[in-house]
């Protein structure tokens, strides 16, 4: 009788402790269930635009030596017979612009004089990054950049061409009327009629460039003639490659008024320089 009293006091206890192993079991189930839902809303909810893609530069040349091209400086900067070779050398050192960030924007001067006239040159790096998530890469922000500085030159920006239309059919030429008095020579002694004078020189004024980096395009002014002060011509050419925009500013400004730098010369060592220096990025 004793050992089925006991035996009856321990099943009791066995059970109870069966009961609270299987409700632990149940809230661990529930919490393992509930940290799950938790992780998956975070990430549904936590997703955000992709960063603009970087461009093909993350530096930029120094431009005083990008564009020392001994060459091609002598023959924008012609220099005085009264320099000494240390002054000529320092010449065509150049002169760099004051940058608080090197890797996003940089430029060189120089200045050549002579007693004829005054020349100028002005070379500009500007790398072009983009932090606007909604732009796809530094390439499209600099062209976005590059169209602003086509739009403030005046300049169309270069499109599809619109398909040449037939020319209107030409009406013949009336036949001579026998009646109508014809010009005749002019008689002994008078005067000949004026001969036709010169051509002038070719003015090539600004426009968009081809073959010259991703896009280019080139600015022409010529100063106003006055009385007392010579005419000037600045030539300005600006292209883009990648994500980096180069601007070149070539002024020559002759010393004796009526003198009128030609445009062809002045625009082709323009070019030459800038056909040099998008070279180099392409390296």
Not at 7 to 17: H, W
Not at 104 to 127: D, K, N
Not at 177 to 201: E, F, K, Y
């Amino acid at each position: 009788m004793q050992r089925k009293a006991v035996r009856g006091r321990v099943l009791p206890g066995i059970a109870m402790l069966t009961a609270l192993a299987a409700g632990a079991a149940g809230l661990t189930g529930c919490t393992g269930g509930s940290s799950g839902g938790s992780t998956s809303d975070s990430k549904a909810g936590g997703s955000s635009a992709a960063p603009a893609q970087p461009g093909k530069y993350r530096s930029l040349p120094a431009p005083c030596k990008a564009g020392a091209d001994s060459k091609k400086l002598k023959g924008m900067l012609p220099a005085g017979d009264s320099l000494t070779p240390e002054q000529r050398d320092q010449m065509y050192a150049g002169v760099a612009d004051a940058s608080y960030d090197g890797d996003r924007h940089v430029g060189c001067r120089w200045t050549g004089q002579s007693p004829e006239e005054t020349r100028l040159l002005a070379v500009g790096f500007e790398r072009v990054v983009s932090y606007d998530r909604t732009t796809s890469s530094d390439d499209d922000k600099a062209k976005q950049v590059y169209v602003r500085r086509l739009t403030d030159a005046k300049l169309p920006f270069p499109g599809p061409t619109a398909s040449p239309t037939p020319a209107a059919s030409t009406p013949a030429a009336p036949a001579p009327d026998p009646a109508a008095p014809t010009q005749s020579a002019p008689a002994p002694g008078a005067p000949a009629s004026p001969a036709v004078s010169p051509s002038a020189p070719v003015e090539l004024g600004s426009r968009v460039l081809e073959g010259l980096g991703s896009d280019a395009f080139l600015e022409d002014k010529l100063s106003p003639a006055g009385a007392s002060a010579a005419q000037s011509r600045t030539v300005r050419i600006v292209f883009r490659t990648s994500n980096v925009i180069v601007t070149i500013e070539y002024s020559v400004q002759p010393a004796l008024p009526g003198t009128v730098p030609p445009s062809t010369e002045t625009q082709d060592k323009a070019r030459q320089l800038a056909q040099a220096l998008a070279e180099r990025f392409s390296e």
